[in-house]
């Protein structure tokens, strides 16, 4: 049997929420393949459609074609879809300059690394203090750019950057000018569309929003449709309008669908409520001795990065693992990584301060209660650790 964790890595992943559960088990009653012409098939390219028109629905567009939201097996996927496909689509006549962030996932940032060494040269804008520096990035754009992806959410800090700014101006001065924002963090935590955003392609993914793990969707615009922008980066039998080779995880994609409908249905009472919790957990922690690293502009609801009293959080993750507690020390995707956090470095950590740095992440389903066996258990641990220390 399980333990009854009380469970605070929900930017990791999230618990799969009962409605996405039963969706799954009656997807598995149809085991037809989607691109089958015959009954069982289009049963289950039903359900497919269904679930393409959920998510769709999560982000606030109608799509005028399936080929507008691009399933894939998750948000790295998804974002490697995006840099590739959009960069070898056609040859570079604007140029080879691609903008980004210093703080992406590594999804993104090692994207960025591997195109580098092809050729491309990766502008990296600053982040500090959670703030994006909006005046270098658009001054970047002077020189004709044939990418612009950039994260809506920090996934570490919860910083929330005001990428629509970016992007406006890289399609005012390069109309050719692909924009991409990484938006798994943000999804259905923050207001946005990909129209808001003034975001050609945008990466979200079905385990963050209480959805199954190994599932994670594109939408692509019809304008990018139309200018022939995005190449496949996976080539095979045709699935997915061509774009993604692959029997669909038809089971993980209804998954997927019935956990964004029920997030779309809760919506603004999840944020209120997580914001809530966030809240408080502040206010308790503000009185004691760890500082907590707030974005100094906009903000996710879900995210409390805090930097401990000289503490390893290897350390203090074990010992809040001890008592059934689970945050984590940054992105799940580089946890084992031996180098400090790229993340809190761009936010301004020294590396001594991000190797001491913790990260809670809410969801709905937390309570106040929870937060104040957290709070208590950080209390101790800080005065039981450190007095180990000296």
Known sequence: ??????????SATTALCPEAKASMTEAMEIYGNPSSLHGAGQAAHTLLEKARGQVAAALGVRLTRPSELIFTASGTEANNQAIFGSVYAKPRRIGNRIITTDCEHPS??????????EGFEIIRIPTRNGVLDTEAAIKALETPTVLVSMMLVNNETGARFEVEKVFAAAKRKHPETVTHCDCVQGFLKVPFTPTSLKADLVTVSGHKIHGPKGVGALYVSPAVHKAKQLAPHLYGGGQESGFRAGTENLVGIVGFGAACALGMAHKQENMDKILALRTHLEKVLSEEDVTLNLPAGQRAPHVLSITLPNIKSQTFLNFLSAKGICVSSGSACSARATHPSA????FGLTPAAADCTIRVSLCESNTEAEINTLCDA???????LVRIKR
């Open 1 to 10: 049997m399980n333990q009854a964790w009380i469970y605070f890595d929900n």
């Open 108 to 117: 993104v940032a090692a994207a960025m690394e591997r195109l580098e060494k």
């Open 343 to 346: 993340s809190l470095l761009a």
């Open 378 to 384: 950080i209390l101790e641990g800080v005065d039981h």
